[in-house]
């Protein structure tokens, strides 16, 4: 396939993530007012601020504390996306890469606008309940899956990578 046709399509699924994200993030900030299950297992919370990563783990209270690990984020996300181009470049597949992308912008982008990820699905059964994330953070650990499954087949250029003669 083209490169240029591939890149259009990662294109295409990172912006539907990221606005996805954005606008369910909006929507629940509006309208969520109280836990709403939509089944057993399944609930929508009213949003929380996450200030810290993954399942609230280093949550800064200070300024500082965040600002430094929003930067730290910030240059794991420009290293992961120099990553992600070698990899379109070299003609591989980069589905993995897009979703992983796409949601680590869209919580920085909480990050800046909201001082922190604003976070609103909760998984539970019984007296067990998963940390609060949202689908920024669902397409994040989709797309490690789809990138972990992909690293088990090696990546072949193909004959339309970037920089083949």
């Given at each position: 396939m083209n490169s240029k046709i591939r890149l259009f399509g990662s294109?295409?699924?990172?912006?539907?993530?990221g606005l996805i994200?954005?606008?369910?993030?909006?929507?629940?900030?509006?309208?969520?007012?109280?836990?709403?299950?939509?089944?057993?297992?399944?609930?929508?919370?009213?949003?929380?601020?996450?200030?810290?990563?993954?399942?609230?783990m280093l949550h800064f209270t200070s300024t500082t504390g965040f600002i430094v690990l929003t930067i730290l984020i910030l240059f794991i996300i420009l290293g992961f996306?120099?990553?992600?181009?070698?990899?379109?470049?070299?003609?591989?597949?980069?589905i993995g890469e897009t979703f992983v992308l796409a949601g680590a912008l869209s919580n920085l982008l909480d990050r800046v606008l909201y001082h922190g990820v604003v976070d609103f699905i909760l998984l539970q059964y019984a007296q067990w309940s998963f940390p609060v994330f949202n689908i920024a953070d669902a397409a994040i650990t989709i797309g490690v899956i789809i990138m972990f499954l992909g690293a088990l087949m090696p990546c072949r250029p193909s004959r339309s990578s970037r920089w083949s003669a």
């Amino acid at each position: 396939m083209n490169s240029k046709i591939r890149l259009f399509g990662s294109f295409i699924l990172f912006i539907l993530i990221g606005l996805i994200d954005q606008l369910s993030k909006q929507h629940i900030m509006q309208y969520a007012k109280q836990k709403y299950y939509l089944n057993t297992l399944l609930a929508f919370t009213p949003p929380t601020l996450n200030r810290g990563i993954s399942g609230g783990m280093l949550h800064f209270t200070s300024t500082t504390g965040f600002i430094v690990l929003t930067i730290l984020i910030l240059f794991i996300i420009l290293g992961f996306a120099l990553y992600t181009y070698r990899r379109w470049s070299a003609g591989c597949t980069i589905i993995g890469e897009t979703f992983v992308l796409a949601g680590a912008l869209s919580n920085l982008l909480d990050r800046v606008l909201y001082h922190g990820v604003v976070d609103f699905i909760l998984l539970q059964y019984a007296q067990w309940s998963f940390p609060v994330f949202n689908i920024a953070d669902a397409a994040i650990t989709i797309g490690v899956i789809i990138m972990f499954l992909g690293a088990l087949m090696p990546c072949r250029p193909s004959r339309s990578s970037r920089w083949s003669a």
